[in-house]
């Protein structure tokens, strides 16, 4: 086992060298981020200058290697239209957008199951269709145009909820949570709701079919005849095993929630890192695009590493494989 | 069951092929709401395509456009009196049922576009991958693999970043978001079936290798690939207009779906929803018109449900 | 064994009927047969016979969109066809146990062992987990599954198809069940792991007085553990009556012809030392969905008439031999009553 965690490691580490190069070298070798920040009437030694100060002038491989030699440190650049560290801007800006994608993925898992469960032990009630539409809607139903859709009706036409921004905050150990403050959960609760729906189709439908598949099996029709309740028999017999694709999806599914929360963030001015980011590359900011992409690149490699070994401690059969192995 | 002639060294996909073709139009048929499906989907693809002929006016000759006109709500009559704003009027005047019907010809088109490019580079790849095995196999799955680990629109977001905006950089963002898929049911698909024995017997028979992958392998792969092609033009399509939206994908001079409900969004806090309420539904339908032919198409075209 | 105990279950006309969209379909047609306690009924027909539906008829366990059309079921007198959910459930593990035919398949491949057997016995119950888990250890113990303590902590995909099967077995017998329906259960199984199981299985039923249906398609295994014989085809049962005669004076065409097709049957040589070559039913069993009229077997049968386009009733040969033929084999005519 404790192999089996070292050789996943050194993938994980052998993924992001790749991918640092590959962001490094498309960020920096096209477009010209001095077109943007020294102003146009400038004469050629002023953008020498800039270019030099901004590290710019070397060839590509010496910037690439202090580029890797900083990253070691942590150091990614300085935002060029900030001025500060790159990283830090983002780590900054790290909390609220982890914050949307837990409580999003809370409500897609929270609701996704049941729903699931329900449509697959009676896929032909009008409940189960119901359930089933709504999921098809769910996946056809653009994120940014729900987004708009929530706005519109709960927002605007309602007043219920704000639009926008990220409300009153508390502070735990330095780091600004708005789980904490009920403004915080009235802002949060629309964005959350917009960001789940696509994940909450996805687990819906994954539930159903497993549940459909699994009522078919010997296994499930063997507790039956052991005279199990029904509650037993779909509460532990059927649902313990399809919970462990269920983990497994949710789990790197989770890292696309964050990559989508970019949208999610910008129609709500949730000051999280995807609207960092977007705003980054609009004004070709590459350190914070750069330092965006490694983060996000290394939260994707961690969480399939906690997904893997979930996985193993789930399902006792590649626990089994596993120890041998 | 005694099985006593020897297995036809035809491949079954090239024997018998009106009588499948015609099952699976019957146990297409059966579902209605896929039928409705596909009747939606040929009415949008439609009118997209017969958009100028359709389209009250030319939204994107200025010359047509009245600025007087501007942000007039769905039903309201142009200032001169001569058409009928159905579907209401942005900032600009234009009229929104025309700049839908234009914007989906860009959607329809670049996502269509993207969709079999993407297939057939994914297809030749995965094709190769199934049948010749080894390094080739390898290497190319890992990076299959490694990609499907993001999601394609993070994936598609770097490129843009990198590229800029433009219709030909948005092709190439969706092609290199998605041929992975492809590329990996193609293999699987390949590999199943590349273990059989109508395979087996048309390498003995001394085909050639094209002639075995292009007309034997490749058309018995076919089904699975028309399924994830289907699910994925809804994808590309919907991956273009949030791209768009962010102000990522498409210039200001090709207004897609996408574009046109982020013009509509500020409109939308006071109350004009029309400017992009009615550009998303159509986009949602267009989705949802695809989603659903895609599904009863993936029910049909599982065989383990045919055997049913 | 014949003994002439009040039976523990009664099976009296009973029809089991699948209703789609393309018209009903009748699994069970028109079944009626009685086990005795101790006593091990072999209920034999190929797949698609409707012997296994029979079984599940029998636990409640049929599926929508089946259901029990017709008929009686009763258990040590009780009569079951009109019991509520919540009362078959009650009876199901308890007084009526099932085993399987893949082994692989029946045990839960999340849960270990002991997880899977003590529930079976709180469902039942009101007794402590740890009270329970001795039963299960017991129970273990008795169908000779070595170590049971450490095997109760295993989850099923450690174990290999026959310990699986001894362990299925094993929670049949935890609630000292009525009957058991063992619906083939040793055929996934290697064949002397399978003579084994079927010696267990007959001494342990025999001791507890529990009932047993053996459903099968093997005759071979019918002749050495039944006490008597339902052969089923096409939903209804053609021949009935005890083992002896059943097998040795087979009045149904069918039986015969299934009785020619087992390998067993071929062994003896004739006077001249050769071994008879194997002899098929020609055609194929029907699909329960395109049934002839009257008799199902008809379109395979070498002695069919006109007549045999008319259902054919149940005729007694012999005391307790029942046969639905028009045309029984001569063999046992001449005892018919």
Redesign the interface.
């Known amino acids: 086992m404790p192999l089996f965690i070292l050789r996943r490691i050194l993938q994980s580490f052998n993924v992001l060298f790749v991918m640092s190069l590959l962001v490094f070298a498309g960020v920096y070798a096209i477009g010209n981020p001095l077109d943007l920040l020294v102003d146009p009437n400038a004469t050629a030694d002023d953008m020498a200058r800039a270019a030099a100060s901004l590290g710019l002038d070397q060839p590509l491989w010496v910037q690439y290697g202090r580029f890797l030699a900083n990253a070691m440190r942590g150091d990614l650049g300085n935002s060029f239209i900030h001025g500060v560290p790159a990283l830090g801007l983002i780590v900054e800006r790290l909390p609220a957008t982890l914050e949307l994608a837990v409580v999003a993925m809370l409500i897609a898992v929270l609701l996704g199951i049941p729903l699931g469960l329900w449509a697959g032990l009676k896929p032909d009630s009008w409940t189960g269709r119901a359930i089933m539409a709504g999921s098809i809607l769910g996946f056809s139903l653009p994120t940014f145009w729900v987004g708009l859709m929530l706005i519109m009706v709960f927002a605007v036409q309602l007043g219920w909820l704000p639009a926008s921004g990220r409300g009153s905050t508390a502070d735990v150990l330095g780091v600004s949570i708005s789980l904490l403050t009920a403004d915080g959960w009235r802002h949060l609760l629309l964005p959350a709701a917009n960001l789940a729906l696509f994940k909450l189709s996805l687990i819906i439908r994954l539930t159903r079919s497993g549940t459909r598949e699994a009522l078919l099996q010997d296994y499930v029709k063997f507790a039956r005849a052991k005279g199990l309740s029904n509650a037993r028999v779909v509460g532990v017999h059927v649902l313990k095993n399809i919970l462990i694709p269920i983990v497994t999806v949710v789990g790197l599914e989770f890292g696309s929630l964050i990559a989508f929360s970019v949208v999610t963030e910008s129609i709500f001015a949730w000051p999280g890192m995807g609207k960092l980011l977007l705003d980054s590359i609009t004004q070709l900011d590459r350190p914070v695009v750069v330092a965006y992409l490694l983060l996000v690149v290394t939260l994707y490699v961690l969480i399939n590493l906690v997904v893997d070994l979930l996985y193993a401690a789930l399902d006792p059969r590649v626990r089994l494989a596993g120890a041998r192995a | 069951m005694s099985e006593t002639s020897p297995p036809p060294a035809t491949s079954p996909a090239e024997a018998d092929v009106e009588r499948p073709l015609r099952r699976l139009v019957r146990m297409y048929a059966e579902s209605r709401v896929a039928l409705f499906g596909l009747a939606l989907l040929l009415a949008i693809v439609l009118a997209a395509l017969l958009a100028p002929w359709l389209a009250p006016q030319n939204p994107y000759d200025l010359i047509q456009l009245d600025m007087l006109d501007g942000r007039l709500p769905p039903g309201s009559a142009s200032g001169d009196g001569r058409l009928t704003y159905l579907l209401g009027t942005d900032e600009q005047g234009r009229d929104m049922l025309s700049a839908i019907l234009y914007g989906l010809r860009i959607s329809v088109g670049v996502g269509v576009v993207a969709t079999l490019l993407a297939l057939a580079i994914g297809m030749a790849l995965g094709l190769a991958a199934g049948y010749f095995g080894g390094r080739f196999d390898a290497i190319l799955m890992r990076i299959a693999d490694i990609q499907l680990s993001f999601p394609s629109i993070l994936v598609a977001m770097i490129l843009l970043a990198l590229f800029g905006q433009g219709i030909d950089k948005i092709v190439i963002a969706l092609v290199a978001a998605q041929w992975a898929y492809y590329a990996r049911t193609t293999r699987s698909a390949a590999l199943v079936e590349g273990r059989k024995e109508y395979i087996e017997a048309a390498r003995l028979l001394g085909l050639s290798t094209p002639r075995i992958l292009f007309r034997h392998l490749l058309p018995n792969c076919l089904p699975p690939l028309i399924v994830v092609a289907a699910l994925q033009v809804a994808a590309a399509i919907a991956l273009e207009a949030t791209l768009s939206f962010l102000g990522l994908g498409l210039p200001v001079t090709e207004p897609s779906l996408g574009l046109l409900i982020a013009n509509g969004f500020q409109y939308l806090y006071s109350g004009r929803y029309w400017i992009s309420v009615f550009p998303g539904v159509a986009l949602l339908l267009l989705i949802l018109a695809i989603n659903l032919v895609a599904d009863q198409l993936r029910d049909v075209l599982n065989p383990r449900l045919q055997s049913q | 064994m014949n003994a002439q105990r009040d039976p523990t279950l009664v099976v009296d006309r009973l029809t089991t009927r699948f209703v789609g969209r393309r018209g009903a379909v009748t699994a069970v047609d028109d079944v009626s047969f009685s086990v005795a306690p101790g006593e091990v009924l072999g209920l034999v027909g190929e797949s698609g016979s409707g012997k296994s539906m029979t079984g599940f008829s029998i636990?409640g366990?049929v599926d929508p969109p089946g259901e029990i059309a017709a008929g009686s079921i009763r258990l040590k007198g009780r009569e079951l066809s009109d019991l509520s959910a919540r009362e078959w459930?009650?009876?199901?593990?308890?007084r009526i146990?099932?085993i399987?035919?893949?082994p692989m398949?029946?045990?839960?491949?999340?849960?270990?062992i002991d997880t899977q057997m003590i529930?079976?016995v709180r469902?039942?119950r009101r007794i402590s987990s740890n009270a329970a888990r001795e039963l299960a250890c017991d129970a273990l113990a008795r169908v000779g599954i070595p170590s049971p303590d450490e095997r109760l902590r295993a989850?099923p995909?450690?174990l290999s198809g026959g310990m699986r099967q001894r362990v299925?077995i094993a929670?049949a017998l935890l609630n000292a069940p009525d009957l058991i329906i063992a619906d083939e259960p040793t055929t996934a199984l290697d064949v002397t792991i399978q003579a084994q199981i079927l010696f267990e299985m007959q001494t342990l039923c025999r001791e507890s007085g529990t009932a047993l249906i053996w459903i099968t398609h093997d005759l071979a295994v019918v002749a050495g553990l039944a006490d008597r014989v339902c052969v089923m085809y096409a939903g209804r049962i053609v021949e009935q009556g005890s083992t002896a005669q059943v097998l040795e004076t087979p009045a149904h065409p069918y039986t015969r012809g299934l009785l020619d097709s087992t390998p067993a049957a071929n062994v003896q040589p004739d006077e001249a030392g050769r071994t008879q070559p194997l002899r098929q039913i020609p055609g194929m069993a029907p699909s329960l969905n395109e049934l002839p009229a009257g008799c199902a077997f008809r379109p395979r049968c070498t002695r069919v008439s006109d007549l045999c386009q008319q259902v054919p009733p149940e005729v007694e040969l012999a005391p307790g031999h029942v046969a639905r033929c028009f045309h029984p084999l001569p063999a046992a005519q001449g005892v018919k009553s």
């Open positions: 636990l366990l459930r009650a009876l199901r593990g308890d146990a099932m399987f035919q893949d398949m029946t045990l839960n491949p999340v849960l270990r529930e079976t469902a039942h989850y995909h450690q299925a929670i």
